[in-house]
C-alpha cells in the first residue's frame, strides 16, 4: 500500500494524496466526517478537534503526512461508546448545546479531560476546554455537562 496509511475511527484505511494536505480537509472532504468543522484555520476555536492517539488536537494544524500509523477519532467514531452516551445526555439535560457548531470538538475536550482525570475539578474542565470557542452558552452549561457526566459515568473512564 502506497500513501499515508492510518486508522479513523478504528478503521485502517490509506490516503494517497498529498502529505500536505490538511487532516481537517480530509476529514471533510474525503471521508465525509462533516462533525469536525471549519472554524478559524489557525489552531485558535477547537471546532475542527479530533483525537490523535488518544490527544486532543486540532485538525486544521495537522499535515497528512504526520499522520502515518497513527489513530484518529472523530465524533462519528465516538458517538457509539459508552462514554459518548454519558456526555451527550449531560451536554442534552443541561442545556449546553445550542447553536451546535462547537459541541463536537467540547465533545472531545470533555473526553480528553475525563479520560486524563475522570474526577476533575470546576477548573480542570474550564482548562481542559479552554482551547475550543463557544459563541452561544458562556461555558457554564457545558463545563457543569462535563461535571455531571463525571458523575454519572462513574468507572466509564
Known amino acids: 500500500m502506497n ?75 465516538y458517538r457509539g461508546t459508552a462514554r459518548f452516551e454519558v456526555l451527550s445526555e449531560a451536554f442534552a439535560e443541561l442545556s449546553a448545546v445550542q447553536c451546535g457548531f462547537c459541541i463536537p470538538g467540547m465533545l472531545l475536550a470533555a473526553e480528553s479531560v475525563l479520560s486524563k482525570n475522570p474526577h476533575p475539578t470546576e477548573k480542570q474542565v474550564r482548562e481542559g476546554l479552554s482551547g475550543n470557542i463557544c459563541r452561544c452558552t458562556g461555558y457554564n452549561a457545558i463545563v457543569n455537562a462535563v461535571l455531571n457526566a463525571a458523575k454519572e459515568g462513574d468507572g466509564l473512564w
Open 3 to 77: 500513501g499515508i496509511t492510518f486508522t479513523l475511527n478504528g478503521k485502517t484505511t490509506c490516503y494517497d494524496g498529498s502529505a500536505t494536505d490538511r487532516l481537517l480537509d480530509v476529514l471533510r472532504d474525503t471521508y465525509d466526517m462533516k462533525s469536525v468543522k471549519c472554524g478559524c484555520k489557525e489552531g485558535e476555536c477547537g471546532a475542527c478537534a479530533v483525537l490523535i492517539d488518544g490527544v486532543l488536537v486540532n485538525s486544521c494544524c495537522v499535515a497528512m503526512g504526520a499522520l502515518d500509523g497513527h489513530e484518529i477519532v472523530t465524533v462519528e467514531g
